[in-house]
């Protein structure tokens, strides 16, 4: 839960972008090639050099061929990665390539003339830069780049081009017909919808997806999620791959079949609900038992499991001494009585001092394993993500589908993540939580411990105010969660955070905006989301210790909306 601050997204970025000079396009000739070596990164980072050990190839995500650029910004780095590229003087070259991630730009020096750059802030695909350069009378090679913006999300480039006249250094070859796919597999289920993954073939650009003979969708990447389709049903799919060579021959089927009912992200909960974190450790806030948790509360989640040596596993241990002398057999009870009276306790992983790590197949299956254990054990009814020292969305993903395996419909699966996870659909947070939103209960970000932030508007907003509420939440809204996925989490009082706490006042108000319209600050979001879910706080301690001042106005407030 709470965390130290976040670096603050530059306002000047917006007006740095309005800078960069966009150049028109050149006319190819027959004798035009791409003088970029090792432009699909299938050689690793031969030609390229990486600022500060900042790139990296990986095999996923690319656009074509079998790895790509990764390219991954610190505080005081942007993750630059050049290549020197010769050129012909006098001459007029296309620039482009295919970027995915956070903030990514592509540019060039040494033209001798205007040097170039583009950008675009990120984008959860690939999507192509493109732009046009004019070389010098004497101009006989340019140093080609790309980077990402301090402190982002890694960036991820494939396929760089530079386009014109043969400078002489060579160019790679020519494609080929790429390969019939292998590893063709179903990922998920539902009871509409079949996901599938496979594995990359070198030279491919793209990828078209077959269902019972027929082709239906054409990607990018190596998975594909297929909707629309009827529950319980049986399906055949096969993939190929493409490039501008040609079509590979389909591969070995699989049959991927729906389920007889789609998850609702746990059962029993009222239309609008309030979370609050509740401590298993003394940190100065009121020492609480669970049964003393206010009834305002819907969801309680329990802080925190315990990382163990098997990776991806966890662990809990009730801090008995720490609190007083509560017993496990009082805190079973207790979760007993929550659920009598209605209520949901899940198990929360991770804080502000979390390790737990989920980074292959093998974790992904000791998490679910492990956390399922401990609802077994326990009685709770679900788990809580709250990772704040990164997520891995593949496999956090097959984790918790895992999970919901074992557990069933009823299961309660919430986040918590910081602002800066939440700022595109391509942060592994936000990938994480659509992947699963057919299952995903609520995302309850945290409004606090944070620097200013970009709000759906492309606005900066800095936290404390009814619009760094509602404006960030528009970016879930839009960005495709459904509004009942969506909560404000915030700060019970002044001690439960570094920064970031608002009065009840303002959870309201922002509430209001977001539900009804009303009480908006300077933004107004474009319609209202009267299916918001709810609020939350870090934590029913600390919200005691000042009179239950927060789950009184707050709580109250969010069963009133209608």
């Known amino acids: 839960m709470p965390v130290l601050g976040k670096r603050r997204l530059w306002a000047g970025v917006a007006l740095a972008a309005l800078a960069l000079s966009f150049?028109?396009?050149?006319?190819?000739s027959a004798a035009d090639i791409n003088n970029a070596k090792n432009a699909g990164f299938e050689s690793g980072l031969t030609n390229w050099t990486c600022t500060a050990g900042s790139g990296t190839t990986v095999s996923s995500p690319v656009h074509s061929g079998g790895a790509a650029l990764k390219g991954t910004p610190a505080g005081q780095d942007n993750a630059q990665c050049s290549e020197p590229v010769a050129v012909k003087p006098n001459s007029t070259y296309t620039l482009s390539a295919w970027v995915q991630g956070g903030y990514s730009y592509l540019g060039v020096t040494g033209t001798g003339t205007t040097d170039v750059s583009t950008w675009t802030p990120d984008t959860a695909s690939w999507k192509q830069l493109s732009t046009t350069f004019t070389t010098g009378a004497s101009t006989t090679s340019v140093s080609v780049y790309t980077h990402g913006w301090y402190g982002q999300a890694a960036y991820y480039a494939d396929d760089i081009s530079v386009y014109?006249?043969?400078?002489?250094?060579?160019?790679?070859p020519a494609p080929t017909v790429p390969a019939t796919p292998t590893g063709l597999s179903v990922s998920s289920t539902t009871s509409s919808s079949v996901s599938l993954a496979w594995s990359a073939v070198s030279g491919a650009t793209g990828y078209n997806v077959y269902r019972n003979g027929t082709k239906i969708t054409a990607v990018t990447g190596t998975s594909a999620t297929i909707t629309g389709l009827a529950a319980s049903t049986a399906y055949s799919f096969q993939v190929t791959a493409t490039n501008s060579a040609g079509e590979s021959g389909k591969s070995t089927a699989v049959t991927g079949t729906t389920t007889a009912t789609g998850g609702n992200g746990g059962t029993g909960l009222p239309k609008h609900a309030v979370t609050g974190y509740w401590q298993n450790f003394n940190n100065g806030a009121t020492v609480q038992k669970l049964s003393a948790v206010s009834s305002q509360y819907d969801i309680i989640a329990v802080a925190f499991a315990d990382a163990t040596s098997t990776p991806g596993a966890v662990s809990f241990t009730l801090d008995s001494a720490g609190l007083?002398?509560?017993?496990?057999?009082?805190?079973?009870?207790?979760?007993?009585a929550k659920h009598a009276a209605g209520k949901k306790v899940v198990i929360s992983i991770g804080g502000q001092n979390g390790t737990i790590s989920v980074s292959d197949s093998t974790s992904a299956t000791n998490f679910a394993n492990s956390v399922y254990s401990l609802m077994q054990t326990y009685g709770f009814d679900g788990v809580d993500i709250d990772l704040e020292n990164g997520i891995n969305a593949t496999y956090m993903t097959q984790a918790l589908r895992s999970l919901s395996s074992k557990a069933g419909s009823s299961l309660v699966i919430t986040m918590a993540p910081q602002t800066i996870d939440m700022q595109s659909t391509s942060n592994a947070y936000f990938q994480t939580a659509l992947n699963i939103k057919d299952i995903l209960t609520v995302v309850n970000m945290q409004y606090y411990n944070s620097g200013t932030m970009l709000g759906c508007d492309g606005k900066v907003y800095g936290q404390g105010t009814v619009d760094f509420l509602t404006a960030l939440a528009c970016i879930q809204l839009q960005g495709g969660l459904a509004p009942s996925q969506v909560g404000l989490g915030l700060p019970a009082s002044t001690s439960a955070a570094g920064s970031g706490y608002v009065s009840p006042t303002i959870v309201n108000n922002a509430l209001d905006c977001l539900t009804a319209g009303t009480n908006c600050g300077t933004f107004k979001p474009s319609k209202t989301y009267p299916d918001l879910r709810g609020a939350m706080t870090w934590s029913t301690n600390w919200d005691a210790a000042a009179g239950s001042s927060w789950s009184n106005s707050v709580g109250a407030h969010v069963h009133a909306l209608p």
Do not use: E, L, N
Not at 324 to 336: E, H, L, P, R
């Open 324 to 336: 007083g002398g509560y017993t496990v057999d009082q805190f079973k009870a207790d979760i007993a």
């Open 164 to 172: 014109g006249p043969d400078g002489g250094g060579g160019s790679d």
């Open 23 to 28: 150049a028109g396009t050149g006319q190819a």
